[in-house]
């Protein structure tokens, strides 16, 4: 299973957690699900009870919205299968978290899952730089950022996915068997 994480991109309400949970379940039992989020607002709150109430029981889920590597290397200790969801909204975090570091926090994710071969991870996150150049500084260096991030771990990944209006495409591999 060297590496055979998968990495799944796609935009706001593309299919794209519906799709990873679906691939966790095929793939084993007792998958974990590492939730980024925070709930910083009442809109956060409802999107996050959305998604616990989506995904009922069928995982064991882990809250870390920055120590993302550490998060994996725990959860992979008792599951096989782990989803990260979402990646974009834990570099968000770590951008204006005043306690991390980006540039050494994405490294340390990298290593994790390049080192992380008893456990299958599966990897959302949302794809920002599809649409117009945003007019801030702020959402144009997030967009970059994000693009970065998404490259560095499409090498790492052995599956990368795009998913728009519900339906996958493969970009790199083959899509699971649903």
């Not at 969801?85 to 290593?111: A, G, V």
């Not at 117009?132 to 959402?139: K, R, T």
Request: aromatic share 4%; with cysteine.
């Amino acid at each position: 299973m060297a590496n055979a994480h998968i990495l799944i991109l796609g935009g706001a309400r593309s299919g794209k957690t519906a799709l990873a949970e679906n691939i966790c379940l095929k793939l084993g039992e007792n998958p974990a699900y590492i939730a980024t989020a925070q709930a910083l607002d009442s809109e956060m709150d409802k999107r996050i009870l959305l998604h616990k109430e989506q995904r009922g029981n069928n995982f064991t889920t882990y809250e870390e919205p920055l120590n993302l590597a550490k998060a994996i290397e725990n959860a992979a200790k008792n599951h096989k299968i782990i989803l990260v969801d979402c990646l974009t909204l834990w570099l968000s975090n770590l951008k204006f978290s005043n306690k991390s570091n980006m540039e050494e926090s994405i490294e340390k994710l990298k290593t994790t899952l390049k080192k992380t071969t008893q456990s299958r991870i599966i990897l959302v996150s949302n794809e920002v730089g599809m649409g117009i150049v945003p007019n801030n500084q702020l959402a144009r260096e997030f967009g970059d950022e994000s693009g970065l991030l998404h490259q560095q771990l499409a090498e790492i990944c052995q599956n990368v996915y795009l998913c728009v209006a519900g339906l996958p495409l493969a970009l790199k591999g083959k899509l699971v068997d649903l």
